[in-house]
């Protein structure tokens, strides 16, 4: 099987990383945080906006009165 030098480093990479934080997934999730903070740049959260739902939801009352039932309700 082929294997390419540059994938092998980069789970080498990860590995260290993973280890250096005793494969803690919670530090792991605080340090890629902080690090996005200090390094300064702009980033776009995409986190859900309140009162919006997703079109399976069947919630149309929730995206405003003109909005279709997108349920699949059998009649």
């Known amino acids: 099987m082929y294997q390419d030098a ?6 080498r990479i990860r590995e260290e990383y993973s ?3 005793n494969h803690n ?3 792991i999730f605080a340090d890629l ?3 996005q903070v ?3 740049r702009q980033f776009v959260t995409l986190s859900r906006k309140h009162g ?3 079109r399976w939801s069947g919630r149309a009352r929730d995206l405003g009165g003109d909005a279709k039932d ?3 309700r059998s009649t």
């Open 6 to 11: 540059i994938v092998e480093e980069i789970h």
């Open 19 to 21: 280890r250096s934080l």
């Open 25 to 27: 997934l919670k530090a």
């Open 33 to 35: 945080q902080k690090q």
């Open 38 to 40: 200090e390094s300064g």
């Open 52 to 54: 919006l739902t997703t």
């Open 70 to 72: 997108t349920s699949r």
